[in-house]
Structures are given as structure tokens and as C-alpha cells.
């Protein structure tokens, strides 16, 4: 590459850069996570209609409704939570999907495909994904995001790790799921 064309270059990655923000800007969507407060949720971030985070305490179902959370999907398994989630959540008026799993080998197609579905009907929206620590909602996030709206694996996974992903165990599970969802190229 020749020097001359090298600003030229930079320029033009500079203007992409800069509408692709305005765009996302324009249509209400962030350009990145946004860490949120309420209650006593660990770790809640979200992404345009999307939040994801850590358990919501007994008092916070309130707060999420005043939020204007519509649903809720709960990761953990029933002897994780020392209260009835559902319960509480339907008493607020907010729809309830509980997608149990606690290990790797537990993160099933079956949850992955359950939870894109809940993701993709708007009519969720705005929606909790969450668990303990937002390691396993933000893993179903990632998946969510490059294989529905189309974000590259790398700013995804990058998200995901600013909501709370940790587990390598779950990244791969998720790169897995995603490799079996997307068409082979010829």
C-alpha cells in the first residue's frame, strides 16, 4: 500500500466507525453495554431493550416492573433461589421463563433455541435475562446477539465478558451452538 493512500484508508475506517455509531444511536440501541442500577442486582447491564444480570432480590421485582421489565428469564435451578421466583415475578405482572442449568454440559440447543425465541419476540421486550452472577445469561446473550442481530463473534463475546461471562466452559458451549446454527459456506 502505497503511503499516500494510507490516510485515505484511515479515513474511511474512521467514517464507518462513526456512522455505525450514529445509527445505533438513531435507532435507541448503545453502542456498547450500559452497567444499570436497581435494587440489589449484581452485575445488570444492558443493551438496548436487553438487560442482563445477576439474581434479582425479593424487593427488586418492584423496581424491575417500575423499570418496565415486561419478562423475566431465570437461569438458575430452583435450589438456587431461596424464594419462588415465579410467584413473585407473575405477582408483579411480569411473564416468567425459567431455562435451568447450572453446569456447561447442562447448556442444551434446546435452551439456547427456548431463549432466542423468548429474545426475539418483541413483544418480551424490554426483558431480564439473568442468573447467579450474569456468567450463564450472559452466555445465552452472546448467542443471541451474533446469530439474531447479526454481531460479529468477536465485539459479542466482547460484550458478553463486560455483562459477566466467565466461564471458558460456557463460551465454548456457545461458539459450539452457534457453528452448528449458521449454514456451511460452499
Not at 3 to 32: D, F
Not at 121 to 140: E, F, I, M, Q, Y
Request: with cysteine.
Amino acid at each position: 500500500m502505497k503511503r499516500e493512500t494510507l490516510p485515505a484508508y484511515l479515513l474511511i475506517a474512521l467514517t464507518a466507525s462513526v456512522s455505525l455509531a450514529i445509527g445505533m444511536a438513531a435507532q435507541g440501541k448503545p453502542a456498547k453495554p450500559e452497567s444499570v442500577k436497581c435494587g440489589s442486582i449484581q452485575k445488570l447491564s444492558r443493551l438496548g431493550e436487553i438487560y442482563v444480570g445477576g439474581q434479582p432480590g425479593k424487593e427488586d421485582f418492584a423496581e424491575l416492573k417500575k423499570l418496565g421489565i415486561k419478562t423475566i428469564v431465570n437461569f438458575r435451578k430452583a435450589d438456587e433461589v431461596s424464594f419462588d421466583e415465579r410467584a413473585l415475578a407473575e405477582a408483579h405482572g411480569l411473564v416468567y421463563v425459567h431455562l435451568p442449568f447450572q453446569k456447561a454440559d447442562e447448556l442444551t440447543d434446546a435452551i439456547f433455541d427456548k431463549a432466542r425465541a423468548v429474545l426475539r419476540d418483541r413483544k418480551n421486550w424490554p426483558v431480564l435475562v439473568h442468573c447467579g452472577s450474569a456468567n450463564r445469561a450472559a452466555t445465552v446473550w452472546l448467542v443471541f446477539r451474533v446469530l439474531d442481530e447479526q454481531t460479529h463473534y468477536d465485539q459479542a463475546v466482547q460484550e458478553a465478558r463486560e455483562m459477566g461471562l466467565r466461564s471458558a466452559d460456557y463460551e465454548q458451549r456457545a461458539r459450539e451452538y452457534i457453528a452448528r446454527q449458521r449454514p456451511a459456506k460452499p
